[in-house]
């Protein structure tokens, strides 16, 4: 089994072109990984999520701890056998989603008690059991459990809910076992506050993780006050190991934290876009529920080699949405994945060449001068 680590091949002004070793395969980095959060890719099957090119998806331990259990999971081979997915798997630690879905949440220095949006059974998560629950799945990549901050928040607010997520994660590097092949990160919060993402990052290097997630963007604070805490934060970061922007996010949020020095996402967007008639294109995003599309013959990106364009029309995409056919979601969620896998390998490629600056310019002119849907009557 391969050791865990990560090995920076190129870069062009602060955007990485790596590589990350895990237990269970490669990543090429910069990467986007799926969102699989309860051992599925929504709409997806395990073979349609290789095919679009990705090599690492994302699980979730608050999800899979209140179904099926981490227990069962490992009894039946782990994660990667349970979901057909033999590549390697990062799981979030639950802390979003105790904070987004859990109800009756009480948090205490020791860890956070709550209610199953799902029946209301009581569950109590601390840093060892997040750790414990991940290391039952299996997870190549385990994320510290962290209070993920809300927004907005004072800067007080921000900073005691940093400091707790910093003793959890120091609670959290004590209770993970080091393996070949398995990595722990730690996640940087303190809000907008550039100088409570300095005295995260710092307290989070000295503990010494694997590699380090910047956590509590993407939240409502806007894209430029993101990229200016991404901008600040990434190089505070050791140069060693990746660096992760969770929950990001749309294509121009991506090209914008690449060029800010970040090596791996991951967001819901592409798949939920695609069960709502969302597509994201070379030349913009379009709403195959709109009207326009009920004639047109054309694929949904000329240069796009997803089954969705290789294979059929706007017109019956459009057809498929308005028939209540779950055939529509499936082949528009394939065509999402498929152009955030084209669109990071062209970042790889263009990182590696020394040309990021103008293929990202080049990104950014065909967006703005695409077909971006306008706001219409649907048929």
Known sequence: MSAFGFTLLAQDGAARRGRLATAHGTVETPAFMPVGTA?????????????????????????????????????LGGLHRFMDWPGPILTDSGGFQVMSLARLRQIDEDGVTFRSHLDGSAHRLTPERSIEIQRLLDADVTMVLDECTPFPATEDQAAASMRLSLRWAERSRAAFADRPGYGLFGIVQGGVHLDLRAESAAALRAIDFHGYAIGGLAVGEGQETMFGVVAATA??????????????????????????????????????????????????????RNARHADDPCPLDADCACPACRGHSRAYLHHLFKAGEMLGPMLLTWHNLHYYQDLMAGLRTAIADGAFAAHAAGLAAAWASGEVDPAEDET
């Open 235 to 288: 190089p505070l970061l050791p140069v060693d190991r990746p660096r992760y922007l969770m929950g990001v996010g749309r294509p121009e949020d991506l090209v914008g934290a690449v060029a800010r020095g970040i090596d791996m996402f991951d967001c819901v967007m592409p798949t939920r876009s695609g069960r709502t008639a969302q597509a994201f294109t070379r030349r913009g995003t379009l709403n195959v």
């Open 39 to 75: 051992a599925t890719v929504k709409a997806m099957t395990a073979d349609a999520v290789r095919a679009t090119g990705a090599e690492m998806v994302l699980g979730n331990t608050y999800h899979l701890m209140l179904r099926p259990g981490a227990e069962r999971v490992a009894r």
